[in-house]
């Protein structure tokens, strides 16, 4: 990944072709046809971390890393109960706040790690990953 233009931690490379590798083709329907008005195949409510961040969780103001799938596409995130600051960095240098009771819908296809903290508080977030 050396000489990039990204900000972010990028997404290894996958290891072996498969599920894990289909951002160069489109989901098909029944009939095999290309669905190519489709993002995505289906949703994910868990990271892929060891120790799995399951929707709803509870942030707290340490922040938290959301490890991102290979074959996701975006993250939803909601809160409840507090503020939520969003960054593309450990160091939240640069943040995003999400105010409670909003919904935004972030693109990750290429980004590895999403960092998220409560900005005054613990906030229960809820979150899914549209997968491909």
Request: hydrophobic share 45%.
């Given at each position: 990944m050396?000489?990039s233009?990204?900000?972010f931690?990028?997404?290894?490379?996958?290891?072996e072709?498969?599920?894990e590798?289909?951002?160069?083709?489109?989901?098909?329907?029944?009939n095999?046809?290309?669905?190519?008005?489709?993002?995505?195949?289906?949703i994910q409510t868990?990271d892929?971390?060891?120790?799995?961040i399951?929707?709803?969780?509870?942030i707290?103001t340490?922040?938290?890393t959301?490890?991102?799938?290979?074959?996701?596409?975006?993250?939803?995130?909601y809160?409840?109960?507090e503020?939520?600051?969003?960054?593309?960095?450990?160091?939240?240098?640069?943040?995003?706040?999400l105010?409670?009771?909003?919904?935004?819908?972030l693109?990750?296809?290429?980004?590895?790690?999403?960092?998220v903290?409560?900005?005054?508080g613990?906030?229960?977030?809820n979150?899914?990953?549209q997968?491909?």
């Open positions: 050396a000489g233009t990204y900000t931690t990028q997404k290894a490379e996958a290891v072709p498969g599920a590798d289909n951002f160069g083709g489109l989901v098909v329907d029944g095999h046809n290309a669905m190519t008005g489709a993002i995505g195949a289906g868990t892929i971390s060891a120790s799995a399951v929707s709803p969780a509870t707290t340490g922040g938290t959301i490890t991102i799938p290979l074959n996701a596409v975006s993250i939803t995130l809160t409840t109960t503020p939520l600051l969003i960054s593309e960095t450990s160091a939240y240098t640069n943040t995003f706040l105010p409670v009771a909003t919904v935004v819908t693109n990750v296809a290429r980004q590895a790690l999403l960092y903290k409560g900005s005054g613990s906030a229960t977030v979150f899914f990953f997968v491909v």
